[in-house]
């Protein structure tokens, strides 16, 4: 299958490259950037095909997908690109620009995809929900209830994706970590180097790669396994949320998700967590 994946620059865009190419699949990656940015890993996706792409730019989307592509019609279009800078999102001078990428421009993309008929598939997020409560949030659960204007623009992307695909699926993630690009691991790597102590809250709840009961963890926890496995001494200090401070943006306590769609369709569960934090410092 031929694959269009936005955000390639990105960590998320990486490794679905990689992981499409490693399958078999044709993937085309996209980014605003004239050429791939991305960490020179010497992996599939520095070799994929490129294409610069502003998904803001409806002319743009339109005339990309309209002439097609030299190696056939795009089949799905997977769509990581998006903003993902919580706290700046609530800046007035940069509503406009989130609203851009994370709405407008999902929503070109979705009418590329019908246009094409092609499947696409939209990364979104828990920030879609309240954040409240201690129970995993449902794939099929619509009360939807943004804690920040980062969760309103993705909730409008799944809006703009539900009303105009009928071949779409969408993908809830939280607190990702990959090789490229930047995330909490690498940040409390290279605070640990020079901060004898860290403080974390320990009173928000999410989910990473995990599908087994031992996926739902705080951000102190997780902080607090990626210094041992690391092998470093430096001393985690749980504190509340109101007691860290410094977030713009409402934060949720809750992003646990639910993975039940997932095993009822048969794929297989992803190792514990502790696993892939392993897996991921040793290949850093």
Known sequence: MRFFVTGVCGQLGHDVVNELIKRGHLAVGSDIADSYLGVQDGSEVTKAPYVKLDITDEAAVKKLFAEGFSDGKIDVIVHCAAWTA???????????????????????????????????????????????????????????????????????????????????????????????????????????????????????????HATNEGGFISWYDFTKEIYKQAGMDTKVTPVTTAEYGLSKAARPFNSRLSKDKLVENGFKPLPDWKDAVKRYLEIL
């Open 86 to 208: 919580v706290d700046a999102a609530e800046d007035e001078a940069n509503k406009p620009k989130v609203k851009a990428i994370n709405a407008d421009g999902t929503k070109y993309l979705a009418e590329a995809a019908k246009n094409i008929d092609a499947k696409m598939i939209y990364i979104s997020t828990d920030y879609v929900f309240n954040g409240q409560g201690d129970t995993p949030w449902q794939p099929d659960q619509k009360d939807y209830a943004p804690l920040n204007y980062y969760g309103e623009t993705k909730l409008m992307g799944e809006q703009a994706v539900s009303s105009t695909l009928s071949k779409y699926f969408i993908v809830r993630i939280a607190w990702v970590f990959g090789l490229n690009g930047k995330n909490f691991i690498k940040t409390m790597l290279n605070v640990g180097k020079t901060h004898p102590e860290v403080r974390v809250v320990n009173d928000q709840i999410g989910t990473y």
